[in-house]
Protein backbone atom coordinates (compact mmCIF):
# COMPACT_ATOMS: atom_id res chain seq x y z
CA UNK A 1 0.00 0.00 0.00
CA UNK A 2 1.16 3.21 -0.95
CA UNK A 3 0.67 6.27 0.40
CA UNK A 4 -0.22 8.13 -3.12
CA UNK A 5 -2.89 5.57 -2.98
CA UNK A 6 -4.61 6.50 0.71
CA UNK A 7 -4.12 10.01 -0.49
CA UNK A 8 -6.27 9.17 -3.10
CA UNK A 9 -8.93 7.79 -1.54
CA UNK A 10 -9.51 10.03 1.03
CA UNK A 11 -9.51 12.66 -2.20
CA UNK A 12 -12.53 10.90 -3.19
CA UNK A 13 -14.09 10.50 -0.19
CA UNK A 14 -13.76 14.18 0.18
CA UNK A 15 -15.31 15.39 -3.56
CA UNK A 16 -17.96 12.99 -3.24
CA UNK A 17 -21.46 13.12 -1.85
CA UNK A 18 -23.07 9.78 -2.34
CA UNK A 19 -21.04 6.79 -1.30
CA UNK A 20 -21.84 3.02 -0.92
CA UNK A 21 -20.02 0.52 1.00
CA UNK A 22 -20.14 -3.05 -0.55
CA UNK A 23 -19.54 -6.55 0.57
CA UNK A 24 -19.82 -10.30 -0.67
CA UNK A 25 -22.83 -11.84 -0.43
CA UNK A 26 -23.50 -14.62 2.19
CA UNK A 27 -21.17 -12.44 4.48
CA UNK A 28 -18.80 -13.58 7.43
CA UNK A 29 -17.21 -11.73 9.73
CA UNK A 30 -14.38 -9.99 7.83
CA UNK A 31 -16.99 -8.78 5.56
CA UNK A 32 -19.21 -7.30 8.13
CA UNK A 33 -16.63 -5.63 10.31
CA UNK A 34 -15.00 -4.40 7.18
CA UNK A 35 -18.12 -2.72 5.81
CA UNK A 36 -19.23 -1.49 9.26
CA UNK A 37 -15.89 -0.34 10.46
CA UNK A 38 -15.64 1.80 7.22
CA UNK A 39 -19.18 3.11 7.73
CA UNK A 40 -18.58 4.58 11.22
CA UNK A 41 -15.99 5.58 9.88
CA UNK A 42 -17.04 8.04 7.20
CA UNK A 43 -19.97 9.08 9.25
CA UNK A 44 -18.56 11.96 10.57
CA UNK A 45 -17.89 13.02 7.04
CA UNK A 46 -21.68 13.98 6.67
CA UNK A 47 -21.67 12.28 3.50
CA UNK A 48 -24.99 10.48 1.85
CA UNK A 49 -23.83 6.43 2.95
CA UNK A 50 -25.67 3.62 1.59
CA UNK A 51 -24.57 -0.26 2.51
CA UNK A 52 -25.31 -2.80 0.47
CA UNK A 53 -24.80 -6.79 1.27
CA UNK A 54 -26.67 -9.29 -0.48
CA UNK A 55 -27.81 -11.98 2.15
CA UNK A 56 -28.88 -12.27 5.85
CA UNK A 57 -26.70 -11.28 8.49
CA UNK A 58 -25.51 -14.25 11.43
CA UNK A 59 -27.34 -14.38 14.66
CA UNK A 60 -23.98 -13.57 16.32
CA UNK A 61 -22.89 -10.31 14.16
CA UNK A 62 -26.47 -8.79 14.90
CA UNK A 63 -24.64 -6.77 18.12
CA UNK A 64 -23.04 -5.12 15.94
CA UNK A 65 -24.59 -4.23 12.55
CA UNK A 66 -27.29 -1.52 12.30
CA UNK A 67 -29.36 -3.56 9.80
CA UNK A 68 -31.09 -0.53 8.96
CA UNK A 69 -28.94 1.08 7.49
CA UNK A 70 -28.30 -2.04 4.70
CA UNK A 71 -30.38 -1.65 1.66
CA UNK A 72 -32.54 -4.43 0.47
CA UNK A 73 -33.04 -3.69 -2.76
CA UNK A 74 -30.89 -2.19 -5.44
CA UNK A 75 -32.91 0.74 -7.83
CA UNK A 76 -30.01 1.18 -10.44
CA UNK A 77 -29.13 4.62 -8.44
CA UNK A 78 -26.06 5.96 -8.97
CA UNK A 79 -23.41 7.03 -6.53
CA UNK A 80 -19.96 9.30 -6.50
CA UNK A 81 -17.85 6.35 -4.95
CA UNK A 82 -18.13 3.08 -4.50
CA UNK A 83 -15.76 0.51 -1.87
CA UNK A 84 -16.22 -2.89 -2.73
CA UNK A 85 -14.51 -4.78 0.56
CA UNK A 86 -13.59 -8.11 0.62
CA UNK A 87 -14.84 -9.35 -2.16
CA UNK A 88 -12.60 -11.67 -4.93
CA UNK A 89 -14.33 -10.95 -7.91
CA UNK A 90 -17.94 -8.80 -9.17
CA UNK A 91 -20.07 -12.07 -8.98
CA UNK A 92 -19.60 -11.97 -5.42
CA UNK A 93 -21.53 -8.75 -5.08
CA UNK A 94 -24.36 -11.04 -5.48
CA UNK A 95 -28.16 -8.94 -6.46
CA UNK A 96 -25.87 -5.74 -6.11
CA UNK A 97 -23.57 -6.61 -8.85
CA UNK A 98 -24.40 -3.66 -10.90
CA UNK A 99 -23.66 -1.17 -8.64
CA UNK A 100 -20.25 -1.07 -10.18
CA UNK A 101 -21.97 0.31 -13.50
CA UNK A 102 -23.84 3.33 -11.77
CA UNK A 103 -20.69 4.50 -9.56
CA UNK A 104 -17.84 7.11 -10.76
CA UNK A 105 -15.35 5.61 -8.85
CA UNK A 106 -14.55 2.39 -7.60
CA UNK A 107 -11.88 1.42 -4.62
CA UNK A 108 -11.65 -2.20 -3.95
CA UNK A 109 -9.75 -3.53 -0.68
CA UNK A 110 -9.30 -6.87 -0.51
CA UNK A 111 -6.97 -9.58 1.02
CA UNK A 112 -7.74 -12.49 -1.66
CA UNK A 113 -5.05 -13.57 -3.54
CA UNK A 114 -7.42 -14.25 -6.40
CA UNK A 115 -8.68 -10.55 -7.16
CA UNK A 116 -7.49 -9.44 -10.15
CA UNK A 117 -8.70 -5.91 -9.07
CA UNK A 118 -11.61 -4.35 -10.80
CA UNK A 119 -11.49 -0.33 -8.94
CA UNK A 120 -10.01 2.01 -9.98
CA UNK A 121 -7.92 2.18 -7.03
CA UNK A 122 -7.13 -1.59 -5.93
CA UNK A 123 -5.50 -1.85 -2.22
CA UNK A 124 -5.37 -6.09 -2.94
CA UNK A 125 -2.69 -7.25 -0.30
CA UNK A 126 -3.11 -10.87 0.23
CA UNK A 127 -0.13 -11.26 2.80
CA UNK A 128 -2.83 -9.79 5.11
CA UNK A 129 -4.57 -11.79 7.68
CA UNK A 130 -8.13 -10.25 6.54
CA UNK A 131 -9.88 -7.20 4.46
CA UNK A 132 -10.25 -5.70 8.38
CA UNK A 133 -6.17 -5.32 9.02
CA UNK A 134 -5.75 -4.11 5.41
CA UNK A 135 -8.76 -1.47 6.34
CA UNK A 136 -7.20 -0.66 9.61
CA UNK A 137 -3.80 0.10 8.07
CA UNK A 138 -5.69 2.77 5.47
CA UNK A 139 -7.88 4.42 8.35
CA UNK A 140 -4.33 4.84 10.09
CA UNK A 141 -2.57 6.26 7.24
CA UNK A 142 -5.51 8.93 7.35
CA UNK A 143 -3.91 10.13 10.71
CA UNK A 144 -7.29 10.67 11.50
CA UNK A 145 -9.15 9.63 14.84
CA UNK A 146 -10.09 5.95 15.24
CA UNK A 147 -13.37 5.68 17.52
CA UNK A 148 -13.89 2.36 19.87
CA UNK A 149 -16.67 1.14 17.66
CA UNK A 150 -14.61 1.13 14.59
CA UNK A 151 -11.97 -0.34 16.36
CA UNK A 152 -14.31 -3.16 17.65
CA UNK A 153 -15.39 -3.81 14.21
CA UNK A 154 -12.16 -3.90 12.77
CA UNK A 155 -11.04 -6.09 15.55
CA UNK A 156 -14.03 -8.48 14.98
CA UNK A 157 -13.27 -8.90 11.22
CA UNK A 158 -9.38 -9.71 12.33
CA UNK A 159 -10.61 -12.36 14.91
CA UNK A 160 -13.15 -14.36 12.50
CA UNK A 161 -10.47 -14.24 9.67
CA UNK A 162 -7.86 -16.07 11.38
CA UNK A 163 -9.87 -18.08 13.61
CA UNK A 164 -9.26 -16.70 16.70
CA UNK A 165 -5.40 -15.90 15.57
CA UNK A 166 -4.98 -19.33 14.74
CA UNK A 167 -4.44 -19.63 11.25
CA UNK A 168 -1.42 -19.80 9.23
CA UNK A 169 -2.25 -15.87 7.83
CA UNK A 170 -1.98 -14.74 11.54
CA UNK A 171 1.58 -12.69 11.57
CA UNK A 172 3.19 -10.62 14.30
CA UNK A 173 1.90 -7.90 12.20
CA UNK A 174 -1.37 -8.65 13.16
CA UNK A 175 -1.19 -9.66 16.57
CA UNK A 176 0.39 -5.84 17.28
CA UNK A 177 -2.28 -4.38 15.26
CA UNK A 178 -4.88 -6.29 17.52
CA UNK A 179 -3.26 -5.10 20.60
CA UNK A 180 -3.27 -1.28 18.93
CA UNK A 181 -7.19 -2.19 18.99
CA UNK A 182 -7.38 -3.15 22.13
CA UNK A 183 -5.44 -0.09 23.60
CA UNK A 184 -8.18 2.01 21.64
CA UNK A 185 -10.77 0.21 24.32
CA UNK A 186 -11.81 -3.49 22.41
CA UNK A 187 -13.19 -5.92 25.43
CA UNK A 188 -12.07 -9.26 23.78
CA UNK A 189 -13.84 -11.08 26.03
CA UNK A 190 -17.10 -9.45 25.49
CA UNK A 191 -16.40 -9.59 21.76
CA UNK A 192 -15.05 -13.46 22.32
CA UNK A 193 -18.77 -14.11 24.33
CA UNK A 194 -20.73 -12.35 21.53
CA UNK A 195 -19.17 -13.98 18.43
CA UNK A 196 -18.40 -17.53 19.68
CA UNK A 197 -20.16 -18.31 23.05
CA UNK A 198 -23.65 -17.13 21.82
CA UNK A 199 -25.45 -20.47 19.75
CA UNK A 200 -29.05 -20.50 20.06
CA UNK A 201 -30.34 -24.22 20.93
CA UNK A 202 -31.36 -24.71 17.46
CA UNK A 203 -28.49 -23.62 15.73
CA UNK A 204 -26.62 -25.88 17.91
CA UNK A 205 -28.82 -28.63 16.96
CA UNK A 206 -28.43 -28.25 12.91
CA UNK A 207 -24.89 -28.07 13.34
CA UNK A 208 -24.75 -31.54 14.99
CA UNK A 209 -26.65 -32.53 12.49
CA UNK A 210 -24.45 -31.08 9.71
CA UNK A 211 -21.26 -32.81 12.08
CA UNK A 212 -22.95 -35.93 12.37
CA UNK A 213 -23.57 -36.82 8.48
CA UNK A 214 -19.46 -36.27 7.81
CA UNK A 215 -18.04 -38.54 5.33
CA UNK A 216 -14.44 -39.51 4.98
CA UNK A 217 -12.50 -40.32 1.79
CA UNK A 218 -9.23 -41.08 0.70
CA UNK A 219 -7.72 -42.62 3.86
CA UNK A 220 -9.52 -39.71 5.41
CA UNK A 221 -7.72 -37.07 3.87
CA UNK A 222 -11.06 -35.75 2.93
CA UNK A 223 -14.04 -34.94 4.81
CA UNK A 224 -17.20 -34.03 3.47
CA UNK A 225 -20.75 -33.26 5.02
CA UNK A 226 -23.49 -31.25 3.27
CA UNK A 227 -26.22 -28.56 5.00
CA UNK A 228 -28.98 -29.00 3.69
CA UNK A 229 -32.82 -27.30 3.33
CA UNK A 230 -34.14 -30.17 4.89
CA UNK A 231 -31.67 -29.68 8.16
CA UNK A 232 -32.51 -25.98 8.14
CA UNK A 233 -35.63 -26.55 8.20
CA UNK A 234 -35.92 -29.34 10.79
CA UNK A 235 -34.31 -26.56 13.38
CA UNK A 236 -36.01 -23.51 11.78
CA UNK A 237 -32.50 -22.01 11.58
CA UNK A 238 -30.99 -19.91 8.68
CA UNK A 239 -27.94 -20.85 6.16
CA UNK A 240 -25.98 -17.92 7.59
CA UNK A 241 -26.48 -19.03 11.21
CA UNK A 242 -24.30 -22.36 10.43
CA UNK A 243 -21.28 -21.35 11.10
CA UNK A 244 -17.77 -23.18 11.79
CA UNK A 245 -18.86 -26.65 10.44
CA UNK A 246 -16.04 -26.76 8.03
CA UNK A 247 -13.54 -25.78 10.27
CA UNK A 248 -14.45 -28.73 12.76
CA UNK A 249 -14.42 -30.98 10.03
CA UNK A 250 -10.98 -30.01 9.82
CA UNK A 251 -9.79 -30.57 13.65
CA UNK A 252 -9.99 -34.36 12.69
CA UNK A 253 -6.48 -35.59 12.87
CA UNK A 254 -6.25 -37.33 9.45
CA UNK A 255 -7.91 -34.56 7.58
CA UNK A 256 -6.10 -32.21 5.11
CA UNK A 257 -8.98 -31.08 3.09
CA UNK A 258 -12.60 -30.65 4.34
CA UNK A 259 -15.75 -29.47 2.33
CA UNK A 260 -19.24 -28.66 3.28
CA UNK A 261 -21.74 -28.47 1.07
CA UNK A 262 -24.25 -25.53 1.37
CA UNK A 263 -27.48 -26.32 -0.76
CA UNK A 264 -29.43 -23.07 -1.96
CA UNK A 265 -31.94 -22.19 -4.82
CA UNK A 266 -29.06 -21.81 -7.70
CA UNK A 267 -27.46 -25.27 -6.60
CA UNK A 268 -24.40 -26.19 -4.12
CA UNK A 269 -22.14 -23.34 -2.67
CA UNK A 270 -19.01 -25.06 -1.88
CA UNK A 271 -16.73 -24.17 1.01
CA UNK A 272 -13.13 -25.95 1.18
CA UNK A 273 -10.38 -25.57 4.09
CA UNK A 274 -7.11 -27.08 4.39
CA UNK A 275 -4.51 -27.52 7.11
CA UNK A 276 -1.41 -28.68 4.90
CA UNK A 277 0.29 -28.09 1.52
CA UNK A 278 -2.64 -27.80 -0.34
CA UNK A 279 -3.68 -25.15 -2.28
CA UNK A 280 -8.06 -25.56 -2.29
CA UNK A 281 -7.94 -21.66 -3.73
CA UNK A 282 -6.33 -23.75 -7.58
CA UNK A 283 -9.74 -25.62 -6.93
CA UNK A 284 -11.71 -23.52 -6.90
CA UNK A 285 -10.47 -21.20 -9.08
CA UNK A 286 -11.38 -23.60 -11.97
CA UNK A 287 -14.69 -23.19 -10.72
CA UNK A 288 -14.67 -19.37 -10.84
CA UNK A 289 -14.25 -19.08 -7.19
CA UNK A 290 -12.25 -17.38 -5.32
CA UNK A 291 -10.53 -17.42 -2.00
CA UNK A 292 -6.78 -18.36 -0.35
CA UNK A 293 -4.51 -21.56 -0.39
CA UNK A 294 -6.39 -22.24 3.30
CA UNK A 295 -9.81 -21.20 2.63
CA UNK A 296 -11.51 -21.13 -0.80
CA UNK A 297 -15.59 -21.56 -2.08
CA UNK A 298 -17.36 -21.83 -5.40
CA UNK A 299 -20.62 -22.12 -6.38
CA UNK A 300 -22.17 -25.18 -8.58
CA UNK A 301 -25.41 -25.54 -10.49
CA UNK A 302 -25.83 -29.07 -9.16
CA UNK A 303 -27.91 -30.93 -6.63
CA UNK A 304 -25.48 -31.73 -3.46
CA UNK A 305 -25.14 -35.12 -4.36
CA UNK A 306 -23.22 -34.22 -7.74
CA UNK A 307 -21.53 -31.79 -6.13
CA UNK A 308 -19.96 -34.38 -3.82
CA UNK A 309 -19.13 -36.71 -6.80
CA UNK A 310 -17.14 -33.44 -8.55
CA UNK A 311 -15.36 -32.89 -4.78
CA UNK A 312 -13.91 -36.17 -4.43
CA UNK A 313 -12.89 -36.74 -8.18
CA UNK A 314 -10.98 -32.98 -8.04
CA UNK A 315 -8.93 -34.18 -4.73
CA UNK A 316 -8.00 -37.60 -6.39
CA UNK A 317 -4.96 -36.32 -7.72
CA UNK A 318 -3.98 -34.84 -4.66
CA UNK A 319 -4.66 -38.43 -2.32
CA UNK A 320 -4.24 -41.15 -4.44
Do not use: Q, W
Not at 2 to 17: A, C, P, Q, W, Y
Not at 90 to 113: A, C, M, N, P, Q
Not at 162 to 168: A, D, H, L, Q, V
Amino acid sequence: MRKNEVKGIFNLINTSDKICIAGHKAPDGDCIGSVMALYNFLKPFNKNITVMIDGNIPYNYKAFTDESIILKNYDNEEFDLLFVLDTSDTKRLGKFEDVLKKSKKTVVIDHHKTNEGFGDINIIDNEMSSTGELLYDILKASDLDISVEVAVLIYIAILTDTGKFSYTNTTSNTHRKAAELIDLGVNVSEIDNIVYNSKPSNIVRAFIDCVSGVELYYENRLGITAITKSILDKNNADIADIDGVVEYIREIKEVEVSCVLKENDEGTKVSLRSKNNIDVSAVSVKYKGGGHAKAAGFELNENIENAKKIIIEEFKEYFV
